[in-house]
């Protein structure tokens, strides 16, 4: 009788809990809009290494902060697994700095872009680029 007692006391606390996983994913893209006109041309380049904070608050009340830079192609991506009672409710995603030589101007007066994480694990939101302008326009644009 003891050893059954042992072996159910073993079972219940060597038996893994199954708690269900999220995993979300936030990415978008930072340019230089080098003639500062709106629109995407020729000159204009994406920006590698510019900081992005990502702040989430998740659906248990956590505030959490995230910080990305872009790679070569200008992107930067932030994703986190967790309980998904635990999971994202809102963030709000905003550009930090640029560290181009040239192209250290917001552009828009844009500080950054809040909106609901309403949706199923594995799923990826994509956030409108964030543009920076050179503090003077080069002649070839006017």
Known sequence: MGKLLIALFLFAFLTPCTVKS???????RVVCD??????VGPEDHVLEGAEVAV???????EVLNYQAFTNLRGIYTVAETMPE???WDACLSRPISS???????????FSG??????????????????VYRPLTIPIYCI
């Open 55 to 61: 702040l989430c608050i998740t659906k248990s009340g």
């Open 85 to 87: 009672s635990d999971r």
């Open 34 to 39: 080098v003639c500062a006109d709106g629109s």
């Open 22 to 28: 999220w995993t979300g994913e936030i990415h978008g």
């Open 99 to 109: 560290f181009h030589e040239h192209c250290t101007h917001l552009g828009d007066g």
């Open 113 to 130: 872009v809040k909106f609901s994480y309403n949706h199923v694990s594995g799923y990826s939101h994509a956030v409108k680029p964030f």
